[in-house]
């Protein structure tokens, strides 16, 4: 079945260590997105691709980076993780629909707690 | 700015009623979805709804493109459809969404 996964699930990790959330699609889909929330709370962008080796920042990118070599694959890394970082991070996907719209694909989501 | 305005931010229902949430949003757009994310955090895809009405059961929406605004109705409200309800803005051609800050909807039996 066509879908989009995430893991880890849930992470516990340590200030300063360096993590990287993995994201893959197997749809075929052409974009690939990151969003940060928080529990209940808006969706913030992180970084988005619209290809292989391409990337682009988003709203809260500077304390990460992704990298995009498969179509199917698109990791986060955050090279030194903090508090701060503490939260859910959300990868979607999506592609151009036959009603010529982009329909997106969220995934369950990485539940990051920092301590 | 571009912005992405959702109201009521809390909604409590009783099993059975109706109720309507609401998007305003501050520009013309390419493309408007309504989310819903249940209470194990999964984002689930309601519509696509750049404009005109559109219906999926106990679920409708409406969008006034012209107006800027954007509305979900819930009919016979159940305790599933408990969550929060996001509602996501493409502004301009080749851009990723830009989401609301949702509506907390809680249906009690």
């Known amino acids: 079945e066509a879908d989009i996964y995430q893991t880890p699930r849930y992470l516990v990790i340590g200030t300063g260590k360096k993590i990287t959330l993995e994201c893959s699609q197997t749809m075929g889909h052409d974009k690939m997105y990151w969003y940060q929330q928080d529990p209940g709370m808006e969706l913030h962008l992180i970084h988005y691709s619209y290809g292989v080796n391409s990337t682009e920042k988003g709203d809260l990118s500077s304390e990460s980076t992704v990298s995009r070599i498969r179509t199917e694959h698109f990791p986060l890394t955050l090279e030194s993780a903090r508090p701060s970082h503490t939260s859910q991070y959300l990868c979607?996907?999506?592609?151009?629909?036959?009603?010529?719209?982009?329909?997106?694909?969220f995934g369950s989501g990485t539940r990051l707690t920092v301590v | 700015g571009i912005q992405v305005e959702q109201s009521p931010p809390d909604l409590i229902l009783q099993e059975g009623a109706n109720s309507t949430l609401r998007c305003n949003f501050s520009?013309?757009?390419?493309?408007l979805q309504w989310f819903h994310q249940n209470p194990w955090g999964q984002l689930i895809n309601l519509f696509y709804i750049p404009s005109g009405t559109k219906q999926n059961g106990r679920l409708s929406a409406t969008t006034v493109a012209t107006e800027r605004y954007s509305l979900l109705y819930i009919s016979s409200s159940q305790t599933t459809d408990s969550g929060v309800y996001f509602c996501?803005?493409?502004?301009?051609?080749?851009?990723?969404?830009?989401f609301g800050k949702g509506t907390r909807l809680s249906v009690i039996a």
């Open positions: 520009d013309s757009v390419n493309n």
């Open positions: 996501a803005v493409e502004f301009s051609g080749n851009t990723p969404l830009v």
């Open positions: 979607a996907s999506s592609s151009l629909s036959g009603q010529g719209h982009y329909g997106y694909t």
